[in-house]
Each structure stands twice: as C-alpha cells, then as structure tokens.
C-alpha cells in the first residue's frame, strides 16, 4: 500500500516563508520522480516543481527562484521550501509519485498567503 501524507501548510503573510512535507510510506520513493501539484479554487491543478531520483529538478516559471523542492530518501520525504510567498501561491499543494503502473496523491495541504 502506497500513502503519501503531505503537512506543513497554513496562513502566512506576504513575503513569508513555509516548507512543506511530503511523507511516503510503501514501496515507493528512491526510485520515483516525486512532485510537488498545486489546485488555487477555481484554476486547474498546476505542476509546481519535480525531483527525479537522480536528484533532477523542475520548477514552474511562477515560483522559480522562492521554491525549493529536495529530497530525503531515507526518510522517505520530499519537502517544498517556500520563500517570498505571494497571494497568488494560494492553493492546495499536493505531492505525487508513480509507483507500479499507478500515480498516487496525497490529501493535500492548504497554503493561504494572505494580510
């Protein structure tokens, strides 16, 4: 059974910092591209940042250069580091992996940067 449970969000003001965690549990992680999705209400659900098992990383235009995205395979985690948040980071982040055939999700952790 593969779970990943995602923490770290929350409200913070413009301009602050969160990181958040993606934990996996199963047969799943040194070998899987694990990424960071994001889902503002009312947009599509959009591709944030990835890191490839080979330590590769992918980030969106909109957050290249705040976000930061590692990975620590022996605890099994991919965190997000998040500076420099604007209103418009608002959303529900999820992280994703394949494993077997299939694409797994997490819950999700809601992000509000808001004054």
């Known amino acids: 059974q593969v779970q990943l449970v995602e923490s770290g969000g929350g409200l913070v003001h413009p301009g602050g910092s969160l990181r958040l965690s993606c934990a996996a549990s199963?047969?799943?992680?040194?070998?899987?591209?694990m990424t960071w999705y994001r889902q503002a209400p009312g947009k599509e659900r959009e591709l944030v940042a990835r890191?490839?098992?080979?330590?590769?990383?992918y980030y969106v235009d909109s957050v290249r250069g705040r976000f930061t995205i590692s990975r620590d395979n022996a605890k099994k985690t991919v965190y997000l580091q998040m500076n420099r948040l604007k209103p418009e980071d608002t959303a529900v982040y999820y992280c994703?992996?394949?494993?077997?055939?299939?694409?797994?999700w997490g819950q999700g952790t809601q992000v509000t940067v808001s004054s």
């Open positions: 890191i490839t098992s080979g330590g590769s990383i």
């Open positions: 199963g047969s799943i992680f040194s070998l899987n591209t």
């Open positions: 994703n992996a394949p494993s077997g055939g299939s694409v797994y």
